[in-house]
């Protein structure tokens, strides 16, 4: 019902940069979040920035002051500026969306896109 797909992931060196793209179609009424998570190879996935309706935007501690999160406002469309990326955050990086197909209390649509590769090398 409800499609994610991200692109904007590739291969880069250590301290350089990229931006992801996502962007969510189908059914959506309104949204209550959108967000960025990683996965490593042997690592659990990890959410690394999210912003969500109201205004309030989280990062975790391993990319504060090097990644950005935006967009998400009105064509629940978010990106995620990377930048003085390092090797550690090579991984699988995933968008999610939190939402709603109707006027609800509770969201019913919790969708994820299949994931852009990033790779930084040393």
């Known amino acids: 019902q409800v499609r994610v797909v991200e692109s904007g992931g590739g291969s880069v060196q250590a301290g350089g940069s990229l931006t992801l793209s996502c962007v969510a179609s189908?059914?959506?009424?309104?949204?209550?979040?959108m967000g960025w998570y990683r996965q490593a190879p042997g690592k659990e996935r990890e959410l690394v920035a999210q912003?969500?309706?109201?205004?309030?935007?989280y990062y975790s501690n391993s990319v504060k002051g090097r990644f950005t999160i935006s967009g998400g406002d009105a064509k629940n469309t978010v990106y995620l500026q990377m930048n003085s990326l390092k090797p550690e955050d090579t991984a699988v990086y995933y968008c999610?969306?939190?939402?709603?197909?109707?006027?609800?209390?509770?969201?019913?649509?919790?969708?994820w896109g299949q994931g852009t590769q990033v790779t930084v090398s040393s």
């Open positions: 999610n969306i939190l939402a709603y197909s109707r006027p609800r209390v509770q969201p019913d649509i919790d969708s």
């Open positions: 189908g059914s959506i009424f309104s949204t209550n979040s």
């Open positions: 912003t969500a309706s109201g205004g309030s935007i």
